[in-house]
């Protein structure tokens, strides 16, 4: 019987499950849970050990049930406040810690790329219950910060040494590093220093008090044109931006709103509704030669006029649905918003454009395709 086995040989055993494993074993019987509760240990403080914490004798009932029970409330998907940029962000309890991951649009003007993601803290506790919140952020090691409640729905990250955040070559050698992780290159000429973009890191570079708003995500709609969802989009000088589409109304109408957001039309607001009452469609003499889509719908072929610009290579030859809409727009600093006319069109279920008729102008917008707890 491996019950009856040593310790230590049930202990080098389970050091080569995955966690879950692990746990499921320790409910096999006092042998298994004894030496299930060694492994554990060895891996925690081995993680510990990478964020320069002391050693913890806690087993895995005793870190969930503290983690749980002062900080359970984080646990999820949110949506930053702090700044116009806006953010998406998920906590999540791995098994040894509470971890907060950024998530970020990809980089440039490829919808298709994955969301790029940075840990920005943990929550941990020791042998005495006392919680450690570190974060993560910058480039000179890990420091300590702090977690607490923000209005009646939100909790906030508060950095206590944001100066850490710097790089050590200075303010220049930052700014690069940023631009190549927003614009996905790898070399930073005089050309990607535009105003934006500086405003956007020097921004972002002082952010030392993340604010967070829970953002439930829409349910599945039975009659939707298209599922509801998180979505990435483009949006011209600024690049890709994270929206959230959904439907009021009795599914009569759709509403984008975006949680990442730029210096003209900020996180939070309104991009693009569209009425839904009545479709439009495109006739040609093609249309009776048309494919189906997958779905058996009947296909419109899409094209954009000449006069149209659009900054992604990727514009789809057919489409499923098209209906009227109205896109925000302002001025820096959200002055002046106003809506302006424009086309709502529904490629497939992952993907729809929207036509800017007054800015003569496409985006492109594709599904969030990370999964989220």
Not at 61 to 69: A, T, Y
Not at 197 to 225: F, G, W
Not at 267 to 295: H, M, R, V, W, Y
């Amino acid at each position: 019987m491996l019950s009856e086995l040593p310790e230590e040989m049930l202990v080098r055993i389970l050091s080569q499950l995955a966690l879950n494993d692990i746990l499921h074993m320790s409910s096999v019987c006092a042998s298994f849970r004894s030496a299930a509760d060694v492994v554990y240990r060895n891996l925690r403080n081995r993680i510990r050990g990478e964020c320069g914490q002391k050693v913890s004798l806690l087993n895995f009932s005793d870190v969930k049930s503290l983690l749980f029970s002062k900080y359970g409330y984080i646990l999820g998907l949110w949506k930053i406040v702090s700044t116009v940029y806006g953010g998406l962000l998920e906590v999540k309890f791995d098994g040894f810690r509470f971890i907060g991951t950024r998530y970020y649009p990809p980089p440039g003007d490829n919808v298709n790329e994955p969301l790029r993601l940075k840990k920005v803290f943990i929550i941990d506790v020791d042998d005495e219950g006392v919680f450690e919140c570190i974060c993560l952020r910058g480039n000179n090691g890990f420091h300590n910060a702090d977690i607490s409640k923000f209005e009646e729905n939100g909790f906030q990250l508060d950095c206590k040494d944001s100066e850490i955040h710097q790089h050590p070559l200075g303010p220049s050698a930052e700014f690069d590093l940023f631009l190549c992780e927003e614009l996905g290159i790898k070399k930073v000429d005089e050309i990607h220093r535009s105003e934006l973009k500086m405003s956007k890191y020097e921004t972002l570079s002082q952010e030392s008090i993340v604010k967070c708003i829970r953002l439930p995500l829409p349910l599945h709609r039975d009659n939707a044109v298209i599922q509801p969802g998180l979505f990435k989009g483009t949006y011209s000088a600024h690049g890709i931006e994270l929206v959230l589409l959904s439907y009021n109304d009795g599914d009569k109408s759709a509403i984008i709103t975006k949680i990442t957001g730029d210096d003209n039309v900020p996180a939070g607001e309104i991009t693009i509704t569209a009425d839904l009452s009545q479709q439009k469609f495109e006739t040609n003499k093609e249309s009776d030669s048309l494919p189906l889509s997958s779905a058996g719908l009947p296909v419109q072929r899409f094209e954009l006029s000449s006069s149209i610009y659009s900054r992604s290579d990727e514009v789809p030859e057919f489409c499923l649905y098209r209906f009227n809409s109205n896109g925000q727009v302002a001025y820096t600093g959200f002055d002046n918003p106003t809506f302006i006319k424009g086309e709502w069109v529904i490629f497939d279920s992952v993907s729809f454009g929207h036509i800017w008729l007054m800015l003569h102008s496409f985006s492109i917008y594709k599904r969030v395709t990370e999964t989220f707890v």
